[in-house]
């Protein structure tokens, strides 16, 4: 009885300590990728919107990562893409039907 209230206070204490938390170095790096790719694109003048609000979550994403926030870090990661990508696609979109 008293092994398995050792065992089990053990595994809280470990889980609690943030040791089972995982660096979203992935989501990071997607959302990097993605921010670069909308800038690449135009989209600061294209997309102003949309652009702004990629760079303004990749900038809490980073700050989040570096205080050690992984959960809202991921959150932010994955808010900055998803706005990369449209931003990204609305400048491309503009850009075609400008040639046409």
């Known amino acids: 009885m008293t092994k398995t ?19 979203p170095k992935l989501e990071m790096t997607y959302a990097q990728v993605a921010f670069l ?9 294209l ?5 702004r609000k990629a760079e ?3 900038l ?3 700050s989040s990562y570096r205080r050690k ?13 998803k706005f990369a990508e449209r931003a990204e696609f609305k400048a491309y979109k503009k850009k075609a039907l400008d040639n046409l």
Do not use: H
Not at 37 to 45: C, I, L, R, V, Y
């Open 5 to 23: 209230i050792g065992i089990t206070l053990l595994f809280f204490i470990i889980s609690g300590c943030g040791l089972t938390t995982v660096r």
């Open 37 to 45: 790719a909308a800038k690449d694109a135009g989209s600061q003048n």
């Open 47 to 51: 997309a102003p919107t949309e652009y």
């Open 56 to 58: 303004f979550y990749y």
């Open 60 to 62: 809490k994403a980073k």
């Open 69 to 81: 926030y992984f959960n809202k870090a991921k959150k932010y990661a994955e808010l900055s893409k």
